[in-house]
């Protein structure tokens, strides 16, 4: 430790390192993020970043019962800066040049900016290389390892002169060793921490003054926690809380939070995950117990004095009535209709179980395409026997593909295959809530594509982890919800936002006109590997005094997107509806509160190579199809998918449309069990692309919220695509 200067007229006193700062318990404090890409393994300091907002609700607790909650307010930072806190709502700034530092203040709760600007200094913080703050101090480490202490003579403003104490701490000062090896250093209270390798130390700060001349020291520290090898960062909301984050290396961003004086227990192992970037906090001298209140920004709560209580269970949808037409449209290139082609319309239910030698697939009949690109089917009644056998074992649901084959003048093949769902027209006793799905459903146009007569080589896993499928599947929370998805996707790298399907000799072909060949065409099917993909279906919601279940029993359905290759790129066309009975239930029951998990099922895609021979010309395609419920070995029936808190809270509630909101009352229970969820866009990530599911709510399949017993405040939900109560797709909390 730095020697203290004796003498014998000097008597060496105490001096709190924080003695500007009122010790005010605080049951909320604000946690800043300065953003960063997930999977990033620095930032990059050419570019400005985002610092946003978050409040953290129970630090006390270790947020046991409470979160992080996003303000959603933020501010734009040069990326070449350094941002650190200094608590009393003071964020400070060294410049990229490292000669300025500026100090400014959070005015978010009176209604100002992020970072109102408080005061400038001409500072030279270039020899720094780790900075932080606390306790009315500015600390500052040199290469050497010695650190430099300055004093803000008004902490609570930020606009106080800032002094240099009289000496600095020793680089060959065991504290000041442990800080410059440390993963991360913060402080709370008169304490200084270090996390280094999984391990966290506290070390007493405190000043020694001599006269004239004031000594910083560091006491000999004490190992609180050990063992937390997947902390990359931690920090204090104040004395007796730690929290730390995975950071952003490994995908996660999850935020534990621990408590304890003198050993750290854990308290919350996931208060919030998919956070990235540098994380600081407004650190408070004192905690106290959170607000016996919904968590909420601002003095007061948001009100609708009219919003009506969530009514009793719904009525069930009734069965469907069964139809025997079926319809669709395709087009050329540009959009223009495809006329006069000829459709043929097969049973995709009979594709084999397993690899084997090629196989044709039922044609259930044939069309013409009209004027207008339309074309209009009667199914034969009854139906072939292996495809009504196939239908009753889908519940009733029958798996179809129309495709559309042609030339241009030129001689360019071109062919379109739109997958879609129909209700058998001589459905079984087991029609259900998966043929609803299909009856429901708007066919949309599909257009023409040229055909190749080879095939891209399969990727190897290495490349196809490197899509941008599988980079989003790593994601812990949500960021595609139901908006759509590229239109091309690659298996091996970022969407092909360029790829135009159509240049064919460096010629754009997309408005030509298409033909019908002079000859037939025969097409045979093989399955070349097949692939268990874990594939949302559900998600529930408990924010505050609630609690989340989700069921999904007994039958399957789902309605998922089939993915076909055009090169080494893909889209999706159409659609694939699941409805077997599987005899099993998944799930999870009374998750919360502050709880929002999506629910993936096991779902086996095959991947299948589709030939067609039109005269001596033979055209090959790929494609992957979803095709049934199968658990692998040693596997689970169902697992929690992504994190979708962010959908939850106060800033959600109030921008909901008011039509969509209602209450539950305290001691009761919602639950949608009719209508459809809604889509999620990236339900799962399938040989290197992303396919999209839909559930029907029905008996088997619910989302359910059931209130808390307090009365002090209401447990508000709302629809995200309209009323709870007519069909909104999912419903949020708070």
Known sequence: MTALLTGSFTVPSIVAAKNAVAAECQPNVATYVLEMPPGSASPDRSTPRTLRKYVDWDPQGGDANGTILDTEKTATVPGDSRIFTGGNGIIYEVTGSGNILKSYKDNTAE?????????TYEMDWKPFQRVWAGGGRLFGQKESGAITVFKQSDPVTGAGAISTLTSEISATNAGAIA????????????KIYTLTDGEIKEWPYLEVAAGRITNPVLKAPSTIATGLTDA??????GPGTVHTSTGYANYSGTIKGYTGSTQLTLANGEIRTGIFGEIFVDAAPCLAPPLDEKPHFGTSLPSDDDVPAAGSDPTFDPAPSPTSTVSGKFTLGDGTPAAGLPVVVEAMDLLPEDEETSVALPILGTATTSADGSWTLDLPHPLPADVQAAADANGGALNLQATATGETGSGVAQSATAHFTAAAPTPSSQVGAAVATAATGEASSTALLPLS???ADEPTPSRMAQSWSAQIDKLPTDTIGDDPLPVWQTDTGAPAYDYNPYLVGGTDISSRTVTPFGYDCGTSYKVLSKKIAYTTVAEGHANWDTKASVDYDEKLSLTLEVGVAQGKNWKISGSRTLGSTIGVATGYTNQGPYFAKQWKVPIEYKKVKETKQCGSLVYRKIKVIPFKYKVPSGGPTGKYGKDVRN????VGFSKAPKKNKAYVPAGSYFQLSKGKSVKWSAAASVYGFSVGATTQYDREHKQRITAGTSKKHRHDI???N???WDNPGVFYSY
């Not at 800080?179 to 008169?190: C, H, L, Q, S, T």
């Not at 990359?232 to 909301?237: C, D, I, K, N």
């Not at 959908?647 to 106060?650: A, E, T, V, Y």
């Open 111 to 119: 209604g100002g900016p992020l970072l109102a600007s408080v005061k």
């Open 179 to 190: 800080i410059k090896n440390a993963d991360d250093v913060w402080m709370a209270g008169e």
């Open 232 to 237: 990359v960062q931690a920090w204090s909301p």
């Open 453 to 455: 007569q080879e095939v």
């Open 647 to 650: 959908k939850d809270g106060i």
């Open 718 to 720: 709302w629809g995200k």
């Open 722 to 724: 309209g009323p709870v």
